[in-house]
């Protein structure tokens, strides 16, 4: 079965729901977290998306990303599919969100209403090599600067996290 999104306004009111790859296509503003881990140590885990993705891939990112089933409460998405992707088991909480748009080359289109949400992890974390190609833990200072001197390197949701303060907050 194919994965369906939530399609949304810009108040993230549902308005109906839409096959992934299709909202993708025709550019529909839909329901999507991001996931953003710390650890004691003032560090951000960071993975670098699995290179066969159909967009992005080969790009470092927050620990994870994805979009809610219908019906699914967004916390309970972003736990789920936190495990699928990094084998972390953790409380998240919303700590934001964003609406972001990003045109790619291959014609697709991100439009998400972006829910950000926030754990604590001391561990690293178990890959799921179908989505990751691996991961880092990084002083928030140095990605910062990483950031600054090769933002190319980075997904786009991930500079708009960046430049939303997001990383303020984690």
């Not at 329901?31 to 159909?54: C, P, T, W």
């Not at 699914?72 to 699928?84: K, Q, S, T, V």
């Amino acid at each position: 079965m194919q994965q369906q999104v939530i399609l949304v306004d810009k108040n993230d009111r549902e308005m109906g729901t839409m096959e992934k790859m299709e909202a993708h296509r025709q550019g529909v503003l839909h329901r999507a977290f991001s996931v953003i881990i710390v650890n004691d140590n003032g560090e951000m885990l960071l993975q670098q998306r699995a290179v066969h993705k159909y967009h992005s891939g080969g790009l470092w990112t927050n620990a994870c990303c994805s979009h809610p089933y219908p019906g699914e409460d967004i916390i309970a998405a972003g736990e789920r599919r936190l495990y699928e992707e990094m084998g972390i088991k953790t409380k998240l909480d919303t700590i934001g969100s964003f609406i972001y748009q990003c045109n790619f080359s291959n014609g697709l289109t991100e439009h998400e209403f972006d829910h950000v949400l926030k754990g604590i992890y001391n561990e690293d974390p178990i890959i799921n090599v179908e989505e990751v190609e691996t991961f880092k833990w990084m002083n928030i200072d140095l990605l910062k600067s990483s950031i600054i001197r090769n933002p190319e390197l980075y997904t786009f949701w991930f500079l708009e996290l960046i430049k939303q303060n997001f990383l303020i907050l984690a």
